[in-house]
């Protein structure tokens, strides 16, 4: 049975077939609906269910007034209507399979940022924020872009994982001019137009994404407050400048370094990085949050961001999950 899902609200339609998720049906229509690790994992693809009903992955019917995940769930009647957050900003963007060449490797400890040099007939665009699969000697993985203007080629920041497959391929000696290919671009993260003052949230190469977003907001000229707060286990591990840069040549941008862990050489701030942010700014109402990390320090920022103030729609996130 095909079935045909309205988005409440904008009246959109689409076609989803019997065995197809609503989430890979939109897509496939060029319908941007908000996701991120589609495996149900990140929970970014929530939605709710206005007017008949869908199947979860073990066939229970979810009806109206229902919350179910446009990832895991079929469309159980031939009639449904949904509420789900749609971008149309991302309708131009055209995901596609391109190879790619290592321009320069750089590593630092666990962290290894590598730069690609697309072919000129690539036609690669993207929005500051998304991310790609990574795909080297059959293993794929995704990486949040972590540059903004792909003139530049692309820049990816990547973790060291013990026993990690794709880990152990970059990190144990991949050089410049290494072929590899990049499938994308993927997913519903970017800087929304707006005007409110940014807290931009990282945990780890959860930095990647925010590096691309925050050039992007410099090259337009922004004069919107920009806070950054960056988490890392340890000092050592924070790697790369940029932001102390940054907040350095610009008046707008602010920079806060965390500390998680033990670490006797740090004098700076200590602790879970987002309560860093709930000890410096005590009424979250007007800001907008884009953070990204791990799926626990996500959730556990949201619901203390909100306590806060913050409205739920002015929080954004890409979360992390850790493949071997």
Not at 3 to 29: G, M, R
Not at 286 to 298: E, K, L, R, T
Request: aromatic share 10%.
């Amino acid at each position: 049975m095909n079935s045909t899902v309205k988005l409440y609200s904008s009246n959109i339609e689409f076609n989803v077939a019997e065995d197809n998720t609503i989430l890979d049906s939109a897509l496939e229509n060029k319908i941007m609906l908000e996701h991120s690790c589609k495996n149900g994992s990140c929970g970014l693809c929530e939605s709710e269910v206005m007017a008949g009903y869908v199947l979860d992955s073990k066939c229970q019917q979810l009806g109206v007034g229902e919350k179910f995940l446009t990832c895991q769930c079929t469309a159980g009647s031939e009639q449904l209507t949904i509420k789900a957050e749609y971008y149309p900003e991302l309708a131009e963007q055209v995901r596609k399979l391109v190879p790619c060449k290592v321009s320069a490797v750089e590593l630092r400890g666990d962290f290894l940022t590598l730069k690609f040099r697309l072919p000129p007939t690539a036609q690669f665009n993207y929005l500051p924020g998304q991310f790609v699969n990574l795909i080297y000697q059959g293993i794929t993985r995704s990486y949040s872009i972590a540059n903004a203007d792909v003139k530049q080629g692309i820049e990816l920041h990547i973790r060291r994982v013990d026993n990690g497959a794709m880990s152990n391929l970059l990190f144990t000696g991949v050089k410049p001019e290494t072929l590899m290919r990049l499938d994308g671009p993927i997913g519903t993260f970017f800087v929304r137009k707006d005007t409110r003052p940014i807290i931009f949230l990282a945990g780890g190469t959860g930095f990647a994404p925010v590096q691309a977003m925050v050039e992007q907001l410099i090259a337009q000229g922004s004069e919107r407050s920009i806070h950054i707060y960056w988490g890392m286990n340890h000092s050592q591990d924070f790697y790369t400048k940029q932001p102390n840069q940054w907040a350095s040549q610009h008046s707008n941008i602010r920079f806060v370094p965390v500390v998680s862990g033990d670490d006797a050489n740090w004098t700076g701030r200590t602790g879970f990085v987002h309560q860093a942010v709930l000890q410096d700014l005590t009424d979250l109402h007007q800001y907008c949050v884009y953070a990204c990390g791990s799926p626990v320090m996500i959730a556990a920022a949201k619901d203390d961001f909100i306590e806060q103030g913050l409205t739920s729609k002015q929080f954004f996130s890409d979360a992390f999950t850790v493949s071997k």
